[in-house]
Every structure is written in structure tokens, then in C-alpha cells.
């Protein structure tokens, strides 16, 4: 029993000296690590954002295409009615060179008749007649000449018909000549919708090349910052992985000098502070379908965005002590069992329908990945590996995952309980 005391307190002095001795041998390197830790939050919020921004674009980009093939259609139609238009005006305009010949000849036969009555009032002067004479020269124009009564009883049946072919042709000539002009407004009518609707098809054919462009560019800008911000993050995390080191190295350094002078010290045991009590056949009765990953039932920690840290942190802390058991969730196939330099040693459960369940800082695990373990089974032992200052269990619940470790994180006080 005394035995038993005697190895517990030189335990107890080696991981207090150690973690004293760790403490000041990389509290510069831990600030720095805070520090990274920050740049790379940032730089992936900031990453984030652009995603956001770049997937807008993009939805944007497919909406302005289905537009654009809705226009495209319109354009379509828009050139066939042009083509029609044109059609119509070659008609108007084949009919007014017609028309202008049309009127071009009766004005000569108009010209030709009337020096015919001429002739033939000279031929009744000469013959005696004066009255046709008189009236000629009383007549201002061809219109008063026929409208004289006193001429129309003069003149013999061959002049009556003469002179009607003459008012038939004028009647010709003054149809021709409003036919002109209706058909020169049509024309000038044509050519204004025609310019109209070449105006139209203009506008669009310009906003939809300009926005398309504007839209290109904005994305292919958006892809490389994207990258730029994926390469930043890349040499931060190179930064933190040295840092990381570091603080690992000083840690394992300062255990050694700890261990050393608890053995200086007269401790017959030797201990360790890397012992693990062995709690791989512990286990938890399940009520249900998700059970308390731990005995200790204390958060040091919760679920959220917190300020010092300059994030989300994405799961709880339970106040576990050193060697206590983790015990499985819920029933599900273990996907991960091993070692990462943030995490430690740790395990991921993946439940099924995109559900996982994450446990971090183990100081021993229990399982392997494939394995198929159930709701309340020890799957590891309470640790400090990793980002961890103090024992401690960190659990996390992934949602949405589709078969990796892209899903996001949720409260897992929302599927467990104490």
C-alpha cells in the first residue's frame, strides 16, 4: 500500500514539474501558434466568402445563359420579321419605280392630247369657226376648258370623245400621283421600323456580350484570389506544422528533465506520466440510440464561435480526467483510428446517413478503422495529445458529411446529454 502511495505522488510530481517546465519552455511558440491559428481562420473565412461570392456568380452565370438562349430565340424571330421587312420594302419599292413610269407616260399622253385639241380647234378657225377660238384663249388650263359649258355644246361627237379620253387621263394622272404619295410614306414608314428593329437587335447583341464578359472576368478574378487565399493558407499551415513541432519537441524535452529529477528525487517506482490505465473493457449501458461519450459530465468547454479564438470551435470539452474512458456514441463503423498533429490521437465514427461522431486527445485508443463498434462501447482513453493543454475529451458531431470529412459542424449537446 505504501508502495502504491509512494508511486501515485511520484506520478503526480513528474506530470506537475513536466507540465511547469513545458509551459515555460514554449509559451512563445503557443503564442505564436495562437497567432497562426488566427491568420488561418481568417484567411479560410475569407475563403469561404469567396466560395460564396464565386458560387453566386456561377448560378448567375447559368441564369444569364438560359436568358441568353431565351433571347436568342426572341433574336431569332426578331431577324426573320427584319427579313419580311425587307421583302416588303424591295415590293414598295419595285412599285414606286413603276409608279414614277406610269405617271411619266400619262403626263406625255396628257402633253400628246392636248396638242391634239390644239390642232384640232386651229383646223374649225381656219374653217370659220372663231368660238373654239374665243374659248381657247378664255380657258386658263385644260380643267376650265372642259368645265365651258358653251365649248361643250360647240364640239361634234369626235371631239366630245376626245376631250373625255383627255379628262379620263387627267383623272389617271392625279390617282397616280396620290398612289405616289402613299406609297413614298409606306416606304419612309418601312425604312423607320426597319432601323428600329436593327436598333434593337444592336442594344441587345451589345448588353449580352458585355454583361457575359463583365461576368467571365469577375469569376476568372474570383478563382484566382480563391487560389491565391488556398496557397496562403498552405504556407500558414507549413508555419503551424513548424511551430507545432517545436512545441512538441519542447515538450518531450521538458518530460525527459521532469522524469529525470522525480527519479533523483528517491522514487522507487520510476513512474511514468505516459501511463495509461488499461479501460478498454469499460462500457456504458445505451437507453437509447445516443449515449454520453464520457463518466465525467463537467464542460470546460462548449459549442460555437468564440472571440479568443478567433472561430468556431466545433464541438464540446469534457473535463474527463487523464486515462478515463471514451465510449462510442452511437453505433457505427469506425473511419478513422490514428494519429493527427492537431487532434492526437483520435476516432471518428461514421454513423450512417452523413452523421459522424469525432473524439480527440486520446492517450490510447481501443479501435481501428473499419471496425464496427456500438453505442457505449470504450473505443479509447481520456488524454493530451495534440493541441491540448490538459487532459481533457473534445467530442464533435458532423453533419451533411457525403462519405469524407465534408460535412459541418453542429452542437452535439443536441444529440447527447449528460
Do not use: C
Not at 479560410?44 to 436568358?67: R, V
Amino acid at each position: 500500500m505504501k508502495h502504491l502511495h509512494k508511486r501515485l505522488i511520484s506520478l503526480l510530481m513528474v506530470f506537475v514539474m513536466g507540465f511547469s517546465f513545458s509551459m515555460n519552455a514554449f509559451a512563445v511558440d503557443e503564442n505564436d501558434k495562437q497567432a497562426k491559428e488566427q491568420e488561418i481562420d481568417a484567411l479560410e473565412q475569407e475563403k469561404e466568402e469567396q466560395n460564396a461570392a464565386l458560387e453566386g456568380m456561377q448560378i448567375d452565370k447559368a441564369n444569364t445563359e438560359a436568358e441568353i438562349e431565351a433571347l436568342d430565340v426572341e433574336l431569332n424571330a426578331l431577324q426573320v420579321k427584319i427579313d419580311d421587312t425587307n421583302a416588303k420594302l424591295a415590293e414598295v419599292q419595285a412599285n414606286l419605280e413603276q409608279t414614277k413610269k406610269d405617271l411619266e407616260a400619262a403626263r406625255e399622253k396628257e402633253k400628246q392630247q392636248y396638242e391634239t385639241l390644239k390642232v384640232r380647234i386651229k383646223v374649225m378657225y381656219e374653217k370659220g369657226d372663231t368660238g373654239y377660238l374665243e374659248i381657247l384663249f378664255a380657258s386658263k388650263d385644260i380643267a376650265s376648258l372642259l368645265n365651258s359649258t358653251e365649248y361643250i355644246s360647240k364640239i361634234s361627237d369626235y371631239d366630245n370623245n376626245l376631250l373625255q379620253n383627255l379628262q379620263e387621263t387627267r383623272m389617271q394622272i392625279e390617282e397616280l400621283e396620290k398612289q405616289l404619295e402613299e406609297q413614298q410614306a409606306e416606304l419612309e414608314s418601312l425604312k423607320a421600323e426597319l432601323e428600329s428593329q436593327q436598333a434593337e437587335l444592336q442594344v441587345l447583341l451589345d448588353e449580352k456580350a458585355s454583361y457575359i464578359m463583365s461576368l467571365n472576368q469577375s469569376i476568372a478574378y474570383t478563382e484566382e484570389y480563391i487560389a491565391e487565399l488556398e496557397d496562403s493558407i498552405a504556407r500558414e499551415e507549413e508555419a503551424l506544422a513548424e511551430i507545432q513541432y517545436a512545441i512538441q519537441q519542447a515538450a518531450i524535452e521538458a518530460q525527459k528533465q521532469a522524469q529525470q529529477q522525480a527519479s533523483s528525487g528517491g522514487s522507487s517506482s520510476g513512474g511514468s506520466s505516459s501511463y495509461v490505465p488499461d479501460v478498454s473493457g469499460a462500457s456504458k449501458p445505451a437507453y437509447g440510440s445516443w449515449v454520453w461519450p464520457s463518466d465525467a459530465t463537467y464542460l470546460t468547454d462548449t459549442f460555437g464561435y468564440q472571440a479568443w479564438r478567433g472561430g468556431l470551435h466545433n464541438g464540446i470539452d469534457i473535463g474527463a480526467s487523464y486515462g478515463d474512458p471514451i465510449y462510442a456514441a452511437a453505433s457505427g463503423t469506425v473511419w478513422i483510428a490514428g494519429w493527427s498533429n492537431s487532434a492526437g490521437n483520435w476516432v471518428v465514427i461514421d454513423h450512417g446517413g452523413g452523421v459522424l461522431s469525432v473524439y480527440m486527445h486520446a492517450s490510447a485508443l481501443y479501435v481501428s478503422a473499419g471496425q464496427y463498434v456500438s453505442a457505449g462501447q470504450s473505443i479509447a482513453a481520456t488524454g493530451n495529445t495534440g493541441y491540448s493543454f490538459g487532459a481533457h475529451l473534445h467530442f464533435g458531431i458532423m453533419v451533411g458529411s457525403s462519405g469524407g470529412y465534408d460535412g459541418y459542424w453542429v452542437d452535439p449537446l443536441g444529440y447527447v446529454s449528460p
